[in-house]
């Protein structure tokens, strides 16, 4: 996994939704790990939320159930931002 920034978004005009999520994992100051994360809707800053984790592996286990998380609820992957 890299420390590249995923966005996933959601739309549905229908319900005049716009809705972006970021997720990364970066290394920390103290041998662990962060995960942060960002969301909201497209075209605002939204929240920005960090994590912390005492190894790389288990902010990588958060990341890839928050991943899986948001695309049973129809957010889909658009683009690597960096």
Same mark, same amino acid.
């Given at each position: 996994m890299t420390n590249e920034?995923? #966005? #996933? +978004?959601?739309?549905?005009? =229908?319900?005049?939704?716009? !809705? *972006?999520?970021?997720? +990364? &994992? /970066?290394?920390?100051? *103290?041998?662990?790990? =962060? #995960? +942060?994360?960002?969301? @909201?809707?497209?075209? +605002?800053? @939204?929240? *920005?939320?960090?994590?912390? *984790?005492?190894?790389?592996? /288990?902010?990588? !286990?958060?990341?890839? =159930?928050? &991943?899986?998380?948001? &695309?049973?609820?129809?957010?889909?992957?658009? =683009?690597e931002i960096g």
């Amino acid at each position: 996994m890299t420390n590249e920034p995923l #966005l #996933l +978004t959601r739309r549905d005009p =229908a319900r005049n939704m716009a !809705r *972006f999520y970021v997720l +990364t &994992v /970066e290394p920390d100051l *103290f041998d662990g790990a =962060a #995960l +942060t994360r960002n969301w @909201g809707r497209i075209g +605002t800053k @939204g929240p *920005f939320r960090i994590d912390l *984790f005492g190894s790389r592996q /288990e902010a990588e !286990r958060r990341y890839l =159930a928050l &991943v899986r998380s948001k &695309v049973k609820r129809g957010y889909q992957q658009k =683009a690597e931002i960096g």
